[in-house]
C-alpha cells in the first residue's frame, strides 16, 4: 500500500495561488492512478481532479477546469495541486488519494488517502 503525505495548505486571499504537494511512499508511484479531493465543512468530500499514472491523462471537476492543474512527477514520488484565482468556497480540507486503477473518478475507487492539508480563502 502506497503512503501519502500532503502538504502547502495555507490561509490566502481570494484571487491568490497555491501549490499542493502529495509525496507518495512505500510502493512504486507511477502505476497508480491519483487524485486531488476536498472536503469542506458539513459538505461530502468531492473529487477536485484527477491524473493517471503516466500524467498523460488528466480529469477535473467543472467548477475547477481552467483555475486548478494537477500534475505530477513519478521520479519524484510526487503529485501536485497547482490552484489558481482561489475564491472562498474553495476553503477545504483538500486530500489526495491513490487508486489502483490507471485513473478512476469515482471516490470509491480510491483506496489510499493522506491525512489532508487546510486550505484557507478570505475574502
Known amino acids: 500500500q502506497v503512503q501519502l503525505v500532503e502538504s502547502g495548505g495555507a490561509l490566502v486571499q481570494a484571487g491568490g495561488s497555491l501549490r499542493l504537494s502529495c509525496a507518495a511512499s512505500g510502493r512504486t508511484f507511477s502505476p497508480y492512478g491519483m487524485g486531488w479531493f476536498r472536503q469542506a465543512p458539513g459538505k461530502e468530500r468531492e473529487l477536485v481532479a484527477a491524473i493517471s499514472g503516466s500524467g498523460g491523462s488528466t480529469y477535473y471537476a467543472d467548477s475547477k477546469k481552467g483555475r486548478f492543474t494537477i500534475s505530477r512527477d513519478n521520479a519524484k514520488n510526487t503529485v501536485y495541486l497547482q490552484m489558481n484565482s482561489l475564491k472562498p468556497e474553495d476553503t477545504a480540507v483538500y486530500y489526495c488519494?491513490?487508486?489502483?486503477?490507471?485513473?478512476?473518478?469515482?471516490?470509491?475507487?480510491?483506496?489510499?488517502w493522506g491525512q489532508g492539508t487546510q486550505v484557507t480563502v478570505s475574502s
Open positions: 488519494a491513490a487508486t489502483t486503477r490507471n485513473m478512476a473518478t469515482i471516490i470509491n475507487n480510491y483506496y489510499s
